[in-house]
């Protein structure tokens, strides 16, 4: 006499084997900021957490913080606000229980972004294979 499959097993099935995949290596987050302000609003907050919690799942990642700033003052000062924002960043993802060791922050200065000046002003926080 032969078994019917149901569906039940095929779905837990399914489940089991979408859990074991690798996570997305490219998955980003963005935390933007006011012109030239390094504070976090609670939306950049809770991103923040978000990338974190992110962070706490997949702990094989190493995670890229990138800061940038659009083209309004001196080079030098848009050079110096960007890595202060990540800095900042990177700190809180640090206080959040990231290991430092996984991080690595870079400021990239003036930028200027597709969508806009208010787009030029953020930090991108960038999961990544080893």
Do not use: C, H
Request: hydrophobic letters at 45%; a positive charge; charged letters at 20%.
């Amino acid at each position: 006499m032969r078994r019917r499959l149901t569906i039940v097993p095929i779905l837990l099935a399914a489940a089991l084997v979408l859990s074991l995949q690798p996570a997305r290596a490219q998955q980003t987050f963005f935390v933007f900021f006011s012109t030239w302000s390094s504070e976090l609003d609670p939306a950049a907050r809770d991103v923040i957490k978000a990338a974190a919690a992110y962070a706490r799942a997949n702990p094989a990642l190493r995670i890229d913080v990138t800061g940038t700033a659009n083209t309004n003052g001196s080079a030098k000062a848009n050079l110096y606000l960007s890595l202060l924002r990540a800095q900042l960043v990177s700190d809180m993802l640090v206080e959040a229980g990231i290991d430092p060791a996984r991080i690595t922050r870079v400021g990239e200065g003036e930028v200027t972004a597709i969508g806009g000046e208010e787009e030029s002003r953020r930090v991108g926080i960038r999961f990544r294979t080893r």
